[in-house]
């Protein structure tokens, strides 16, 4: 290798880390400008979240045509989404379409994982080191490590010792894993668990449900998309993208602002049994605005969808277990289910409530709880993530004076518009914490957060900046519009990812509020960055 090859290999303008549904489109914006860009992905192929989740039943929650990218007319022309909410391997196969026909993955760098990233004043750059010893530099780093990207398992004595497979939902294997005929365990009940249940509730021997707390769960109403409805969905894809940027969520789904209190309970029911059949997220969506603010509007809802579960489960006291009581409906991110009740009505599938008898240890062939010893032959781990703030924390960074970043954020993170921090300078996220991509349809708000943050990058580029920095008071202001969009939200004290519970991540524990994500919209959120664009980025130091 000579010089010249060394240091194009090793400096470049920017770095993007992350090969998922925001680092592709990352990459393919920078270089599109002709900026010397790389991706490095610590797996080692793309896709991201699509790339890992490859559990039965992992699909998409958002309208796959909501879902997918808007920035190509071509892409949009050509690809054809079978299902209203396609499965894994069609959204991994569609992310692989998109990074082919743009021919993107020679700008990525797969088995690149990135471990410590250190800030250097004197030269404004960031130089970064990866698990293998290579070394980078890099002018701007964009982070876009992805919410969810960081597994977490419960610390059970014994888990080591269970003789047969077992693992968590992230690492679910490429290889097909025989179920048939199997004596299977599911630890956890959030929007994984409920997918992964529901569908190989059929498919296995004996399936052991081990439920901590329940979850609210409503159907997603998934359908077949024919080659006529996806002409009509192209023919619409403008209106389409332009309804998800003009409603709070990102979705199609518009919240209902007649006030709820304007109809009777009868007229309230109805509207709901309708929107029960509705596809996707409109049971919460596209409720009346106030479930999610008024206490008395919330319990109702609930009410209504502890009902629909006595009406699907056949055994009532299984019923009254899967209805939650410590949070109201919508209060923690909502699964979408396919039959998940229903799968409780085959005789061979159980539901261990945690709460009456929880988990003592794991044995060599099972699951020891203080009741009883559950003899197993697989156990699935689907306990949720390090979500959010989980990506950053996994990366020794170290910032100006010699600052880390896991140390700034130990209690909550901090941001400004969820897009730069204080002390760290040319640090870009990418739906990092405190932007709405956590808290709305999330490609929709990486297409925004990526736009945003390659304007700057641009900016910086053609004027010339070499270091730019949030400044503390933007910073502190930002935090304290987050506070406030959090606190206006019942949920603001359930014990979900949204508000950073996670009961196996040390300081992220039941009492712990971290405002993970910014509440007040998606409209809202993409006003206020756009404004700050305009106004020569107040808020920033650029030099
Ligand atoms: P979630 O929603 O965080 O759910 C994790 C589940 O695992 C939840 O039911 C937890 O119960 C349960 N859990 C976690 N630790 C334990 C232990 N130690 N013992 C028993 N049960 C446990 O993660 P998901 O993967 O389902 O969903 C994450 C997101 O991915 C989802 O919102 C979508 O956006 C995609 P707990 O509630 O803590 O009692």
């Known amino acids: 290798m000579t010089s010249d090859e060394i240091s194009t290999r090793t400096r470049h303008e920017v770095i993007v880390i992350g090969a998922g549904v925001s680092g592709i489109y990352q990459i393919k914006r920078l270089t599109d400008l002709g900026i010397d860009a790389i991706v490095l992905e610590g797996d080692d192929d793309l896709g991201g979240t699509w790339y890992r989740n490859r559990y039965p039943g992992a699909r998409f929650d958002s309208e796959s045509y909501t879902y997918g990218y808007s920035f190509s007319k071509e ?49 404004s750059e960031w130089h970064l080191s990866l698990t293998s010893g290579e070394k980078y530099i890099a002018r701007f780093v964009i982070a876009s490590l992805g919410p969810l990207s960081q597994p977490t398992l419960p610390s059970y004595p014994g888990m080591d010792a269970f003789a047969g497979e077992s693992f968590h939902t992230f690492h679910w294997p490429k290889e097909p894993v ?93 509207r709901w049994d309708q929107l029960y059949t509705e596809s996707g997220f409109a049971i919460l969506a596209s409720n009346f605005a106030e479930i999610f603010f008024d206490e008395k509007a919330n319990a109702e809802i609930s009410e209504y969808i502890a009902d629909r579960i006595r009406g699907r489960v056949d055994d009532p006291a299984t019923a009254e277990k899967l209805i939650p009581r410590d949070h109201g409906f919508g ?22 409530d945690l709460s009456e008898t929880p988990i003592d240890h794991v044995t060599a062939t099972g699951i020891q709880t203080t009741g009883e010893h559950h003899e197993l032959d697989l156990i699935v781990y689907a306990t949720g993530f390090d979500a959010i703030t989980g990506g950053y ?25 969820g897009m730069l921090t204080n002390g760290f300078p040319n640090l870009l996220m990418v ?37 730019i920095e949030a400044t503390a008071e933007a910073e502190d202001e ?43 919209g998606a409209p809202q959120f993409s006003a206020r960055i756009d404004a700050c664009a305009a106004s020569g980025y107040e808020g920033l130091e650029l030099v």
Request: charge should be neutral; include cysteine.
């Open 75 to 123: 892409v949009l022309a050509e690809w054809h989404w079978k299902e209203r909410f396609s499965a894994q391997p069609e959204n991994l196969r569609y992310l692989n379409f998109v990074a082919d026909k743009f021919d993107l993955r020679r700008h990525m760098r797969f088995n690149s994982r990135v471990e410590q990233m250190t800030w250097h004043d004197d030269t």
């Open 178 to 270: 025989a179920l048939e005929g199997q004596r299977v365990g599911v630890i956890g009940t959030g929007a994984t668990g409920i997918q992964v249940i529901s569908v190989i509730a059929d498919q296995v021997a004996e399936l052991k449900v081990f439920q901590r707390r329940p979850n609210w769960s409503s159907p997603l109403n998934n359908a077949a998309i024919s080659a006529d409805e996806m002409q009509a969905i192209r023919d619409r894809y403008d209106e389409i993208f332009e309804n998800c940027k003009n409603s709070p969520g990102g979705f199609e789904h518009l919240p209902d602002w007649r006030g709820f209190w304007n109809f009777t309970p009868e007229e309230r029911h109805a």
């Open 331 to 352: 209060m923690q991110r909502l699964p979408l289910e396919t039959r998940y009740f229903e799968a409780y009505n085959l005789d061979h599938v159980h539901l261990v």
């Open 393 to 417: 924390d996994r990366i020794n960074i170290t910032g100006v004076d010699g600052a880390t970043l896991a140390d700034k954020w130990r209690s909550s993170p901090r941001t400004f518009l």
């Open 431 to 467: 739906a990092g914490p405190q932007s709405a991509s956590g808290s709305t349809n999330f490609p929709r708000a990486i297409e925004t957060g990526v736009n945003w943050v390659t304007d700057l990058v641009h900016h910086a580029t053609e004027t010339g900046t070499t270091r």
């Open 478 to 520: 930002w935090v304290d519009e987050v506070i406030r969009a959090h606190e206006r939200m019942l949920f603001r004290r359930s014990k979900g990812w949204f508000t950073g519970y996670n009961s196996n991540v040390k300081g992220h524990q039941e009492g712990t509020i971290r405002y993970q994500a910014y509440f007040g």
